[in-house]
């Protein structure tokens, strides 16, 4: 990876952006795996022309930070601490690194930083998927993993806001919990056969040809549908879905129904691989994907 420094931030800022990732052939680690597979392919197949600036890694070099303090408590008797493990499965070689094991509660903790949304939406199927995985690594190495918890740092936290929103997270600091059985250790071995699979077809096909990224996994903001009426500007009404676009405008009139394409966010601002994808390239940048009447 080429990494700039645009603003010309101190030197410690630089060296941490600098320690970069070496990809071992037919190794996967779990944090790849949990995007999707055109980004994980491109990313390893032209890992060393993707430009980053500095300036667009203040986050996960602030989370690093945050390991680094946390790296300095000593392990206890029952703990392991920033573990590297590395699993065969299949033809490949399953690699993941926890922050935190402790054999006595039998539960994973992974340290993260987080806006206060992903609290306030509930949204940690993610989180919940990289620990269920840590957990099953662990488990076949001969530890009994039982659950894990994501202790998370809310970056954009308002103390205003905890003051007068019933629904705002009170503080800065949140743990989110997680428990698994025998039924989530065997639908995640099968999650990894899958994406293994998938892995190995995609490592076949060129760049242009790889599947496209979900609309999960591009973070899309889902498609609206603006209710429009001749020779006005401004839409009636935008809905989420064309049946609820149908019924309003059967209601309350309109003259026809806008499809508004959602926004790839992932795309737009955090896919390192983004200059390399042809849908990027072809939908994000030149906007092939606008709206359109029906
Ligand atoms: S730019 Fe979007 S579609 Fe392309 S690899 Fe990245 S996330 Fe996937």
Known sequence: MIITNKFNLPAPFVSLAQ???????????????????????LERRHHEKIERDVSDMVWLLFGTAVHAVLERHEEGEHE????????????????????????????????????????????????????????????????????????????????????????????????????????????????????????????KLPDDELPICTPEERFNSGDKFAVLRKGRKTALRVLDSMEEAKQWMSENGGDEIQVRPGEDKKCIDYCAACEFCNYYREKVVNGNGGSKAV
């Open 80 to 203: 392991l601490k920033e573990e590297r493990i590395k699993i065969p499965f299949g033809n490949y070689i399953l690699s993941g690194q926890f922050d935190l094991y402790n054999d006595k509660t039998k539960i994973v903790t992974d340290y993260k930083t987080a806006s206060v949304w992903k609290i306030i939406f509930g949204d940690f199927e993610d989180w919940r998927r990289q620990l269920l995985i840590y957990c099953y690594m662990l488990r076949k190495i001969g530890f009994d993993a039982q659950g894990a918890q994501v202790v998370a740092f809310l970056k954009d936290h308002s103390k205003r806001d905890a003051k007068i929103k019933a629904d705002y997270p009170p503080y800065p600091v949140q743990t989110v919990k997680f428990t698994f059985t025998d039924a989530d250790f065997a639908e995640c071995e099968e999650w990894l056969t899958a994406k293994f699979k998938e892995i190995a077809a995609a490592e």
């Open 19 to 41: 320690r970069d990732y070496i990809f071992e052939p037919n190794e996967y680690r779990v944090t790849s795996l949990l995007k999707g597979v055109r980004e994980t392919i």
